[in-house]
């Protein structure tokens, strides 16, 4: 049996399970960084789903400190009534409330788009500076904080503190990590060269600790989320952190420690195989549960120095089994989730029920996908759930007025809308032209060469299991006609087609597609019926064709990647990922072959030509296509012009992420 949902208590709390919610900065306050109703519904959706604490994010304890626009703050005693909504939601709810305290340091200016005046953060009034200068995140010309700068903020975040406790919340977490100022002041990196008291690495966070307690009482519980490993070449490890940091830690009474590995930091990673910052953000490729090994390694430290204080791991924990190996393997007291917590909150709950087939695990693609994301602007959101951060204007309300909707075709779209509009109350019903539903995110998840990617198929398996247990009404290997939807009466025609292959006008092409030379990567990568694309393969369209690429190189074919671009541009959905492709296509030897136009095909060869005109016939069992897509919507015009209501829907409408169609069949099924 695992421990996972086995209470434990600690510093005078009870957990009535082994799952907090990280804290996570979700960009929601107003510009003041007053907590908003926005805020509060967030996180009394996450207490709801079976959390025993939730975690309030990264609460800024002084304005010049911000990294976000909208990030929340507790400046003065005006700040703490507006807490109060969001303590009760979460409390209401049958969870603890913590909140994590925060001062940027080296962090603002990070993700600007503008220039940036020296030692100034893209956020006005804000400041980039840190215990030196040595090593900078946000502002390359980031300043020093002065000592009385320092002793200051000791009193802002116990003061803070203090705020958070009128509020109501039941323990107070510490943004001690990721490059945070209290951070870079453990560094040994970072904090080089002062003369005065801080030049002791621990000591800023232990005044602010000690403060709290005079203010708070020291029954108070603190958790500091605290870097235990920087992972950077001259950072300090896990090693010195027991020896130096966990034993003032102890005798501070800190009720537990929530453990990050990286930093944020620009010095080079330890490791070869994982960057220092993967093990704070995991990147998409990051092995799941990327911190194991180092809590595992951190319980026998702190066992043998006769330190006892519980912990947290977390980091890409991205299924149940990831949180029970946690606890249960790693040793770690609670496992802490983020990214989880936001594609499906009733996660808890669905494990403890014995309904883990419902959760809607994370496709790592992108919490904050539609919004941007927390350093651009945007406020923090999940690109699977479209509820999260409008919790309540999308709770589900039963119509009274039910419409007929036919629904063509069964993608992520698609079947995100078929399951609103059926638990609203309207009839529905779904054609899929193909044998299974799925659509493009079925396949772009066939990969299992590629570290991660069957990751991709989570979505489409969740609104699969969803369609079922809804029972909503499927009719596979059916090609809608304009005829056959007029027929059904529908009051409502949700195109959600989604998009085809581009296919070049060049001479041979034609016959080339007959003939099985020509393909495309939809062909290549279909869960059933999969065309092979033979031993050596030509790919055109680096941009949508660099993982297959790499898929077919790791499989043991030869593969050329040619490109019609002057450089390489990763198709948009690709997004972060394009960073380590880059470096993974180099490591297989492939190069991108820019500024390839091509020119003909013909019977097992394709004809190229450079930009200087000089042309080269290239021969191989086959030529594989990754040109982009184009909008699948022919049936719109007709269905419009029969009058009837038409809404078009995810790449049916424009060629996007598989975000876009979930959101927008979302909004719409709301407001039929």
């Given at each position: 049996m695992s421990k996972i949902f086995e209470p434990f208590e600690v510093g005078g709390l009870r957990f009535k399970n082994r799952i907090v919610h990280a804290p996570t900065t979700l960009n929601m306050s107003d510009p003041h960084g007053y907590a908003t109703r926005r805020l509060a519904a967030a996180y009394g959706t996450l207490a709801r789903g079976g959390y025993a604490a939730v975690t309030v994010g990264a609460t800024c304890v002084r304005r010049d400190g911000l990294i976000n626009e909208r990030m929340l703050g507790l400046y003065d005693e005006d700040y703490v009534i507006e807490f109060r909504d969001t303590v009760t939601e979460i409390k209401n709810n049958d969870a603890l409330a913590g909140i994590q305290l925060f001062y940027g340091g080296l962090i603002p200016g990070l993700g600007t788009t503008i220039p940036l005046p020296s030692a100034k953060g893209w956020i006005p009034d804000t400041v980039a500076w840190g215990p030196s200068n040595k090593y900078v995140i946000g502002n390359p010309n980031s300043d020093v904080v002065p000592t009385e700068v320092y002793e200051q903020l000791v009193e802002d975040f116990a003061?803070?503190?203090?705020?958070?406790?009128?509020a109501g919340f039941d323990y107070l977490s510490y943004h001690f990590c990721h490059g945070s100022l209290p951070h870079t002041n453990l560094s040994l990196l970072a904090n080089q060269g002062r003369t005065d008291k801080y030049a002791d690495h621990f000591l800023f966070c232990e005044e602010i600790l000690q403060r709290t307690q005079e203010l708070c009482g020291r029954d108070f519980p603190l958790i500091p989320r605290i870097?235990?490993?920087?992972?950077?070449?001259?950072?300090?490890?896990?090693?010195?952190?027991?020896?130096?940091?966990?034993?003032?830690?102890q005798a501070l009474g800190v009720a537990a420690l929530d453990c990050t590995f990286g930093s944020m930091l620009g010095a080079k990673s330890r490791r070869s195989d994982i960057a220092s910052n993967e093990f704070i953000g995991p990147d998409f490729y990051t092995p799941a549960a990327v911190n194991l090994d180092n809590i595992k390694h951190l319980k026998r430290l702190l066992r043998e120095q006769n330190i006892d204080i519980p912990i947290m791991g977390s980091a890409n924990l991205i299924t149940p089994d990831h949180l029970r190996t946690m606890v249960d393997e790693a040793g770690a007291d609670f496992a802490a989730v983020c990214r989880l917590s936001l594609d499906d909150p009733d996660f808890p709950t669905k494990m403890q029920t014995g309904r883990e087939h419902e959760i809607r695990l994370s496709t790592h693609t992108g919490a904050s996908l539609l919004q941007g994301n927390i350093f651009g602007k945007g406020w923090a959101g999940s690109a699977q759930n479209p509820s999260f951060g409008r919790d309540d204007e999308y709770r589900i309300v039963p119509t009274n007025r039910p419409r007929k909707v036919v629904i063509v075709g069964g993608g992520s779209g698609g079947m995100e809308y078929a399951i609103t509009a059926k638990l609203i109350g309207h009839e529905v019903v779904v054609l899929e032209k193909s044998a299974t539903l799925g659509g493009a995110m079925d396949w772009a998840g066939n990969y299992p060469n590629i570290e991660n990617m069957r990751m991709l198929r989570h979505q489409p398996d969740y609104h699969r299991t969803m369609m079922t247990g809804y029972e909503v009404p499927v009719r596979l290997g059916v090609e809608a006609t304009a005829e056959l939807i007029q027929a059904e009466r529908p009051d409502v025609v949700v195109v959600a087609t989604g998009a085809e292959a581009i296919l070049p006008d060049v001479p041979g092409l034609?016959?080339?597609?007959?003939?099985?030379?020509?393909?495309t990567i939809d062909e290549v990568l279909a869960r059933e019926n999969a065309k092979d694309p033979g031993s050596s393969v030509v790919i055109w369209g680096a941009g949508e064709g660099a993982e297959l690429a790499l898929e077919l190189a790791r499989s043991g074919r030869t593969v050329r990647l040619l490109d019609p671009g002057p450089v390489f541009r990763p198709a948009n959905y690709i997004g972060s990922r394009a960073r380590v492709i880059v470096g993974a296509l180099a490591r297989e030897g492939i190069e991108v072959e820019t500024g390839s136009a091509l020119e003909s095909v013909s019977a097992g060869k394709a004809v190229f030509r450079a930009a200087d005109g000089v042309t080269q016939?290239?021969?191989?069992?086959?030529?594989?296509?990754?040109?982009g897509r184009r909008p699948r919507n022919a049936l719109v015009e007709p269905l419009r012009k029969a009058g009837l209501v038409v809404q078009v829907i995810g790449d049916a409408r424009k060629p996007r992420s598989y975000a876009n169609a979930i959101h927008e069949a979302a909004y719409l099924a709301r407001y039929l």
């Open positions: 003061q803070a503190g203090r705020r958070a406790r009128e870097c235990v490993d920087e992972n950077l070449e001259g950072g300090f490890d896990t090693e010195y952190f027991v020896q130096n940091f966990a034993p003032r830690l034609d016959d080339a597609r007959d003939s099985g030379f020509a393909l016939v290239v021969a191989a069992d086959s030529l594989v296509i990754c040109g």
